[in-house]
């Protein structure tokens, strides 16, 4: 294993790969990866499905089945997702067993066109944990107004999520306050709720990527010397913030009974601009019981030439607080960016989902 992965983990950091596909699963690719880079568990979404999909042929002997079953695109693609989710879980159902549950994830997101509908996202979270039937399964729930009781109402059934799509430190507060009374309802419908994970996907580089637009309409000396840092300083934020919900005395009820703590999960943590080092969401974001999800170019480069250096986010709060102040006094508005995140976020997964669909069914039709 690199230094640098060795020094993540060492300070508390589990490291998760943002990407899953056929291809990586048969070629035993995502097994070096848990021995070279020290990779604990693995996150999907639409994007990388599709993409996935859309490459190469390992998909094609199970698209030819399922179109000789003449089943529906939406029930292919349940079929074709869930057998991966189902590999990729298995391939990491050691390190599940050696971190007593806490790592060895994997996460399967809801159809985005839910995100929307409370009721149906709830109906397609117990359908995924049906069919892939694994311990170590997440449900990725967008955090979007309905989708906070259908996150609650999820943990209450004894299932691990993934809360996806979180911008906003509002928004954060409300998620943990949705993870709080998930398990409450977990202990109270008999639950043990030590089996019960849960981890907050907070994007970070889609935040400088609108703020960073912005600062530079604006144009101003001011407003350029706050280019690339409003994500940093929204994640370190939100540390703080879980900080002090997961020492408060409702979390210490919970966790006398076996609960752990929802932790937080740095996502969206490739760069996007190649002004800035391209670790950037690593290294500034080491904090003690986080996940950093990293796309393999990350990943890669973590492992290369990383300089972690320790815990970068304890300390900070002060300076990311006046980063926030300064923001706003140049003429951001950060409620207005976050909305706005949200809002593409989800349309970005619907995209990739019809995408996804639509190539299934030609594949699904060419095979017949």
Known sequence: M???????????VSVWLDDIS?????????TDLMSTHNVVGVTSNPTIFDKALAEGDAYDEQVRELALRGVSVDEAVRALTAYDIRWAADTLRPVYDATDRVDGRVSLEV??????DTER???????????????NLM??????VQGLPAITRVLGMGISVNVTLIFSLDRYRQVMDAFLEGMELARNNGHDLSRIQSVASFFVSRVDSEVDKRLKAIGTDEAKALLGRAAVANARLAYQAYEEVFSGAEWKALEAQGATPQRPLWASTGVKDPAYADTLYVTELVARDTVNTMPQATLEATADHAEVTGNTVLGTYDRARADFAALEDAGVSLPEVFGLLEEEGVRKFIDSWESLLGELSAKLESAT
């Open 2 to 12: 690199s230094k640098p992965m060795q020094a993540l983990s060492d300070a508390g």
């Open 22 to 30: 056929r291809e990586r699963l048969r070629t035993g690719n995502l």
């Open 111 to 116: 159809d985005p066109r839910l995100a929307l």
């Open 121 to 135: 996202t709830v109906a397609e979270a117990k359908a995924l944990w049906w069919l892939v039937d694994r311990p």
């Open 139 to 144: 449900i990725k729930i967008p955090a979007t």
